[in-house]
């Protein structure tokens, strides 16, 4: 088995007595997409910051490129390739969306100039944004918001996109021109793990499909397979899904 692009090995995330992640390991290959579902309580979120550096693990490893990064900080990780978009966009309020995506390129990615200047016209473009370039992030409806979240975490040049329930709050329509977007970074080479409870929409991008449940991972595999899986519709979808 060549290294995984990002890893956790064996690893356990208690907040008091409450054991939220158990043993758990996870890979994800270099321009792999990849889905985490499970019913809510289940660990996904903090895994996706145990990955990222916002939390350290009790127990167990992270790796990157081959690479121990448990104890690396988050904004380290960042500038190896890790990146992260949150559910709820965090816009620098006062600033443009460009100059948000900026911020991406020159503290994420490092880039100075016009170097980060060059990026941040890619990404917009990648993102769907260069017609509001130069509204202020406060002004923007929630799917602008969201490919801002999108574009700014591109911006610092990951090789992995971690996305937290983005899809939340928008209507079918805003969701699937989302997942067209996301489609495109995949498409680009960026390996995508992303956390999202709307289903449908999270099977059009995602190869594989990842369900935890009380701190594990209940079932890995083909969407297909995962979504037919016993114990995930016991755990987590309650019934068959088409
Ligand atoms: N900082 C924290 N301190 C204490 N408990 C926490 C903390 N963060 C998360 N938890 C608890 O850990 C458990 C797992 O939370 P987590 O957010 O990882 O679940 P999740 O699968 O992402 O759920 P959801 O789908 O609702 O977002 C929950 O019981 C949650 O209340």
Known sequence: MPEPLISSVKVSKRFGELAVLQDVDFAVGAGEA????GPNGAGKTTLLSVLAGTLRPNEGTVRFQAEDVTRLRADRRCRKGIARAYQIPRPFDGMTVLENVLVGATHGAGLRGQAAYQRCIEVLGECALTEVANRRAESLGLLHRKRMELARALATGPSVLLLDEIGGGLTDAEAAELVATIRGLHGSGVA??????????LVQVVQRLVCMNAGQIIADGAPSDVLQDASVIDAYLGRRVA
């Open 34 to 37: 990849v889905g985490v579902v």
């Open 192 to 201: 995508i793990v992303w956390i999202e409870h709307i289903v449908h929409v």
